[in-house]
């Protein structure tokens, strides 16, 4: 292991980079101006808070992000990091303390806002070159930048920053990707080519999802009873709508609070302060909402409509699941929307920049129509090709079925007969579904075909036009009133001499995938205990421990501070103080529920040769009698009420240890072909492999290959 490996390990609980992070620490301690584009979530932090560790001297982190520094800095003092923070909001008799504590080198990582960097004809600036600085961070660098969204006047003074410290390295991070803006941070700061570090902007945990926009409020509400326990963000047009549409959540009994540039300042951060602190689970925002907000368990983010255009799309549903967990972003799409975002572009001032929008506008457009993979055409805008369809979108978990349609053709064509070819689309729906509206007139109630479509909804008939239209069996002529008219292909069809195939989507519901299967009492007793601690010290309860260690705390039930070493998360200090607590829950919760740890199956990396006897969590086991007893996995499923791919991952849980033989599962000769692309492609990814094999094998196998790989591997290590 080397040295910055092992701070990684010691301080924070991780067990191995992410990434480019290596790198880039490493390009800075080799003294090298750096900087770092990397999507939110992906780690900028530990970038220069490594680096900031393993060298000596004093790193400052410039940010604008004033309301968030205590909770940054508290953050890692909860991780033993000397930390501290100088910004307006001090006392003059905190700041001079601070300050002695800074001369006193008893500070290792400073932040500071750039108003206080510069303050007083930069006497500070000069104070600090009395001291060893080692680093300093630019975070938020897009600032700098008048291309970027965020432009601060006072961040261009940065540039100086290098007169004043030619020898102390910069970083500057931003998660903003837009080429000119990241241009301007290279020019700003002078930074070599070479030690521009660039990171997928794939959010690999976050579910995209658009639906049409109709009763979106029943649909919104829909959404979240299935996410009762869960926080999210909701995003609408104005201020008003943020206060309406809370008021209608909380009348159906949800926790959700409004939060906009207009409220009082004072309501204003006693919601955001809430919601961090996991009092309040829902914020309806308007976009006003966002910057301030470095919350990592946002598990949703729903726009009731539209976004400007793809970067802030991106940019706001990229504040759900920064700690990594699976998390959703839904988007509710109508037309009336793009003619109101539409009308607000227009009635801008600068007509240059009005053409660049409606052209951005435009772009956005057409990702929501898109039938594609939303990820893909995601990654595209942003210039990233994404070989393979990802699997965790909408569209992905769209299933295209084709159907004989010839007799819905005949009486779609044979409405627009009837109509003499007068009439458009929406009239020719109303007609076919009998429509009792005094639209239809009374010539036309007498028509055979009046009503012959009841049987189909307006969105039905709405698909399977267009799609005859696009079939050239329908016509739409131009015009100030588009009308449908017949086609010479037409009349084949109505003769019944053609038949007509058509095609309809169904939409796979999305099921939230645990990333273990972890228990779920367990987790609330420690998040509970979590919320008590974070409640003393007065900060967000993810501060503390984030939901992904909760996670792995509630599924591998460690027993011992070793154990509780090995977990995500969990550095030395952290064990240290609040080691025994952690332990003495799990330990009561253990003896009580009569089930043991599962510390053995931790993976190989992380496990000690020290093997732990163990029974399996109880839901597993259930699932283990039953599969024991003959039972398939959609019986199972079934009789336990939950999705067959959960009672897939109990299966491979079991495979992997040793309680189920493989060849139960997967057929010797494919377990070959598996195992070879596994050698191949390596274990991490399922996706790349399972694109590689191709349809004929199911991800389900994949997973069984692949726990019996870790669990012979297992056997080898002890
Ligand atoms: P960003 O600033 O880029 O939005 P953060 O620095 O806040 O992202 O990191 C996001 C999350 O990922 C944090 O919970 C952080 O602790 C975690 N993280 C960062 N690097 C690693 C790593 N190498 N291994 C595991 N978790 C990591
Ligand atoms: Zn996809």
């Known amino acids: 292991m080397t040295l910055i490996q092992d701070k990684l390990k010691e301080v924070f609980g991780y067990d191995s980079f992410r990434g480019q992070q290596e790198s880039i620490i490493n390009s800075i301690l080799e003294g090298n101006d750096t900087m770092v584009l990397m999507p939110t979530g992906g780690g900028k932090s530990i970038c220069y808070q490594i680096p900031a560790l393993v060298s000596d001297g004093l790193t400052i982190v410039i940010s604008p992000l004033i309301a968030l520094m205590k909770d940054q800095v508290e953050s890692l003092r909860q991780y033993g990091v000397q930390a501290a923070f100088l910004n307006s909001t001090l006392t003059v008799k905190e700041f001079k303390s601070t300050k002695d504590q800074v001369i006193n080198g008893e500070v290792k990582i400073l932040y500071i806002s750039p108003e206080r960097l510069f303050y007083d004809q ?315 509206s005094k639209k239809i007139r009374p010539e036309h109630l007498l028509l055979k075909t009046y009503g012959a479509g009841q049987d189909l909804s307006k969105e039905q008939w709405n698909t399977f036009l267009n799609e005859l239209i696009d079939q050239d069996l329908l016509k739409l002529k131009k015009g100030k009133f588009p009308t449908l008219s017949l086609t010479p292909k037409s009349v084949a069809v109505l003769k019944g001499m053609h038949a007509v195939q058509l095609s309809e989507i169904e939409q796979n519901e999305h099921i939230q995938q645990k990333v273990l299967e972890y228990d779920e009492k367990l987790y609330e007793m420690i998040r509970v205990w979590r919320k008590e601690r974070a409640d003393k010290l007065n900060i967000p309860a993810f501060n503390i421990l984030s939901d992904k260690t909760l996670v792995e705390l509630s599924y591998y039930l460690p027993l011992s501070k070793s154990d509780l070493l090995q977990i995500n998360g969990l550095g030395h200090v952290k064990v240290e103080t609040y080691g025994e607590e952690i332990i003495s829950i799990i330990n009561n919760f253990a003896q009580s529920q009569g089930v043991d740890s599962k510390m053995h199956s931790i993976g190989p990396k992380r496990t000690k040769s020290k093997s732990i006897k163990s029974t399996l969590n109880t839901s597993v086991l259930e699932t283990n009698k039953l599969w024991q007893n003959g039972n398939s996995i959609d019986e199972i499923a079934e009789m336990r009420n939950f999705s067959p791919r959960t009672i897939e991952s109990h299966l491979a849980t079991l495979v992997e240890l040793g309680e189920i033989n493989i060849l139960e599962l997967v057929l010797e000769d494919r377990i070959q072909t598996i195992e070879n692309t596994f050698e191949e492609l390596g274990v991490d990814a399922l996706r790349p492999v399972k694109d590689k094999l191709g349809d004929d094998f199911s991800y389900a196998e994949l997973k069984y290959v692949k726990s019996n790989l870790v669990r012979n591997e297992k056997e080898n290590f002890n």
Not at 244 to 254: D, K, P, S, V, W
Not at 390 to 414: H, M, P, V, W, Y
Request: charged share 30%; proline share 2%; net charge neutral.
């Open 122 to 436: 930069e006497s500070f600036v000069r104070f600090l070159q009395t001291l060893k600085i080692s680093l300093f961070a630019i975070d938020e660098a897009h600032c700098i930048s008048h291309w970027g969204h965020d432009f601060r006047p006072e961040y261009t003074r940065l540039k100086r920053l290098k007169k004043h410290f030619p020898d102390t390295p910069v970083i500057a991070l931003t998660a903003t990707a837009d080429e000119r803006t990241s241009q301007d941070i290279q020019d700003s700061f002078k930074i070599k080519a070479e030690n521009v570090f660039i990171d997928s902007f794939d959010r690999k945990n976050l579910y995209y999802e658009i639906q049409e926009k109709r009763d979106s409020t029943y649909k919104l509400i829909e959404f979240l009873r299935k996410r009762e326990k869960e926080s999210g963000v909701i995003y609408v047009i104005s201020r008003k709508k943020t206060e309406e549409l809370a008021e209608t959540l909380q009348l159906n009994g949800f926790d959700a609070l409004p939060y906009h540039a207009g409220l009082e300042r004072e309501t204003r951060d006693q919601n955001q302060n809430l919601f961090l602190r996991d009092e309040c689970k829902i914020i309806v925002a308007t976009i006003a909402f966002g910057m301030g907000i470095d919350k990592s368990n946002v598990r949703f983010v729903v726009h009731m409509n539209l976004p400007k255009n793809i970067e802030s799309y991106y940019q706001e549903t990229g504040r759900a699941g920064r700690d990594g967990l699976p998390s959703e972003c839904l988007l509710f799409y109508s037309r009336g929307d793009v003619a109101l975002q539409r009308s607000f572009i227009d009635s801008g001032a600068d007509e240059n920049q009005n053409e660049i929008m409606r052209e951005k506008l435009e772009e956005l457009v057409r990702f929501c129509e898109s039938l594609n993979c939303r990820r893909k055409n995601l990654l595209a805008y942003f210039n990233e090709t994404l070989e393979h369809n990802c699997g965790n979108c909408d569209n992905c978990n769209k299933e295209i079925r084709t159907f004989d349609g010839t007799e819905i053709a005949q009486k779609a064509l044979s409405a627009v007969y009837r109509l003499k070819e007068g009439f458009g689309l929406n009239y020719v729906i109303d007609f076919l579904r009998g429509s009792k």
